[in-house]
């Protein structure tokens, strides 16, 4: 069975820094691989997906994530965060169930917390 | 066009009460997932279900049941509630696996 494992349950960092939020999977054949973010009393809003292609995806508002099969990892990285990107933010990989469809794993979630 | 649409928001049963959650999911959207969410323990799974036949189900007991109409509308229950059914309870739809979910804002339910 698939797991995800998001290694890091906080990450305080200050405006304007950089941050990386690490995510490692199990099983990397034939996987669609996602960040989602959760803002405080809100439901998980996507970010970014891999599917297939160049390894690195972006998101509208400066985030990125890079797919490495070797390593089976994807990593969520900003070069500058802002106070507003303060919120959790949870990787998840699909991959095909036991029963034959596709399921979805999601990792425990990081707290990313921006301090001015 | 409208969001993924939980209802109700939040919720206040009793031990040994049921519960019914409803879940209104993009209008288009075939697939209804279901997932609990709590501090310790994340996102589990719950269910999946996709033109109203349950696809994948997660490792909850039987208390745990859902089901989904023809218009793709979906309702979880949960009987005999414990104290450690308190949780976020989200929905989220998907038109094609590989476009991830939309989830709605989730309904808090809280066991007394």
């Known amino acids: 069975a698939q797991s995800v494992t998001q290694l890091d349950s906080q990450v305080p960092v200050f405006e304007e820094a950089p941050v990386e939020l690490r995510c490692n999977y199990s099983s990397s054949v034939s996987v669609y691989l996602f960040w989602y973010v959760q803002y405080p009393n809100q439901g998980l809003q996507l970010l970014l997906k891999y599917l297939s292609g160049s390894t690195l995806v972006e998101s509208i508002n400066g985030f990125e994530a890079e797919f490495n099969k070797s390593q089976t990892s994807f990593h969520l990285r900003k070069p500058s965060v802002h106070i507003s990107d303060t919120a959790e933010y949870f990787c998840a990989v699909s991959d095909l169930g036991t029963g034959g469809y596709q399921k979805v794993t999601f990792g425990i979630g990081t707290k990313l917390q921006v301090i001015p | 066009k409208a969001g993924v649409t939980q209802t109700p928001r939040y919720l206040i049963k009793t031990r040994g009460q049921q519960v019914t959650l409803s879940c209104s999911p993009i209008?288009?959207?075939?697939?209804v997932s279901w997932y609990q969410q709590t501090p310790g323990q994340g996102l589990q799974f719950l269910f999946e279900?996709?033109?109203?036949?349950?696809?994948n189900k997660g490792n909850f007991p039987g208390r745990f049941s859902g089901r989904q109409f023809s218009n793709s509308r979906s309702e979880m229950n949960v009987s005999t509630l414990e104290l450690g059914d308190s949780a976020l309870y989200l929905c989220?739809?998907?038109?094609?696996?590989?476009?991830?979910?939309?989830f709605g804002s989730g309904t808090r339910l809280t066991v007394v």
């Open positions: 279900y996709f033109s109203e036949t349950q696809r």
């Open positions: 989220a739809s998907s038109l094609w696996d590989r476009d991830g979910y939309t």
């Open positions: 209008s288009g959207h075939r697939s």
